[in-house]
Nanobody, 125 residues
């Protein structure tokens, strides 16, 4: 397993941008697919984005497609979520997660093995 620590959350106005970072420690980070999930108050945690182990393929929830970009730097054991054109409905705690099926396509929470503690993103209207 890998240990994950998110950072970069905060308060931003509608239309603004934030970049979330996730630092991974542990062996073989580059073999894991990485994902971002989020949980808004009173709602279930939902999938946001996924990137395969090599970084060559990405997947997004329809609600963020065209606004968010997931990327990774395997040399630095980092994964990022660039969030643009933020909306109040993007307000949530954002979680970084790792899936040892590095080339898989799952967007299901249950398929991710390791999780960070989360970082709060608040978008004001």
């Amino acid at each position: 397993q890998v240990q994950l620590v998110e950072s970069g959350g905060g308060l931003v106005q509608t239309g603004g941008s934030l970049r979330l970072s996730c630092a991974a420690s542990g062996r073989s980070f580059s073999r894991y697919a990485m994902g971002w999930f989020r949980q808004a108050p009173g709602k279930e945690r939902e999938f946001v984005a996924r990137i395969i182990s090599s970084g060559g393929t990405t997947y997004y929830a329809d609600s963020v497609k065209g606004r968010f970009t997931i990327s990774r730097d395997n040399a630095k054991n980092m994964v990022y979520l660039q969030m643009n054109s933020l909306k109040p409905e993007d307000t949530a705690v954002y979680y970084c997660a790792a899936d040892d099926a590095g080339r898989g396509t799952s967007t299901r929470e249950v398929d991710f093995d390791s999780w960070g503690q989360g970082t709060q993103v608040t978008v004001s209207s």
